[in-house]
């Protein structure tokens, strides 16, 4: 009977340590995964900053006079888009929700490119303190943006990593947890609105 103890104890030996071990592998899981919950935030926080100055530049540029309003117009309306879509943690395993949501901000960035571009042909509009303020907050903004997005995509891909390796492929697939989409930049997307003014 000794011997029947002993393979008993160790088999409830091996049980106990694998329990315990699925209780800190979910652990770290969710960790991980309100990590990505924070990046995200952080993403949105950038993009919601960007969207915040745009009223204040349109206002700027529509003062001067005879500026183009079919691009004023259309970055209101880009800006219109991007704002609309919202991106919850819970979409972030949505690669359409995602794609979605990057289509329309890279919308809104190539209609900022082209109201810049335009604001070139307007010497005194460029010269006013205002415009040149929320340039440099416009250009402070992009550059959280590219930040924010690597942070972001950094977390995924630790996230993702977690999620597909042993043992954290078997506590997943048992609570849920899914990879997430990482931030991925449209075509041209490479070539970022052209803020400088002098």
Request: proline share 4%; glycine share 6%; no cysteine.
């Amino acid at each position: 009977m000794r011997p029947a103890l002993v393979v008993v104890g160790v088999f409830l030996l091996i049980v106990g340590i694998a329990v315990f071990s699925g209780f800190g592998t979910y652990n770290s899981l969710v960790d991980y995964d309100e990590s990505v919950t924070q990046s995200w935030a952080d993403v949105e926080t950038q993009y919601q900053r960007r969207a915040d100055l745009i009223p204040n530049l349109v206002r700027t540029v529509s003062g001067a006079a005879d500026f183009e309003q079919e691009t004023l117009q259309a970055v209101t309306e880009a800006r219109a888009r991007a704002t609309s879509i919202n991106i919850s943690a819970d979409d972030l395993n949505d690669p359409e929700k995602m794609e979605a949501f990057m289509a329309a901000q890279q919308s809104l960035s190539g209609a900022l490119g082209r109201l810049l571009v335009v604001s070139e042909n307007y010497p005194q509009l460029r010269a006013t303190d205002g415009f040149r303020d929320l340039q440099v907050q416009l250009e402070g903004t992009e550059n959280r943006i590219t930040v924010a997005r690597r942070d972001y995509n950094d977390t995924v891909a630790d996230y993702n990593r977690r999620v597909r390796q042993f043992p954290g492929s078997i506590v997943a697939s048992m609570t849920g947890f899914e990879r997430k989409t990482p931030f991925e930049a449209s075509q041209g997307a490479e070539n970022a609105p052209e803020v400088d003014f002098n």
